[in-house]
């Protein structure tokens, strides 16, 4: 079987910023795809596509 081997965590000690820091950007990706998906969205409408 496997040896797990538990290592000492202290809860809080993980650096995160590069994690927040990619979720940051996936948030304003999605904000930005949402955007432009509702303005295409729009111009149908306008234009009787």
């Not at 202290?10 to 590069?18: K, Y």
């Not at 303005?39 to 306008?46: H, Q, T, Y």
Request: hydrophobic residues 55%.
């Amino acid at each position: 079987m496997a040896d797990h081997h538990q290592s000492e965590h202290v809860h809080g000690s993980m650096d995160i910023r590069g994690h927040e820091k990619t979720f940051a950007g996936f948030i304003r990706l999605s904000v930005w795809v949402a955007s432009i998906a509702i303005g295409v969205l729009i111009f149908m409408a306008l234009v009787n596509a």
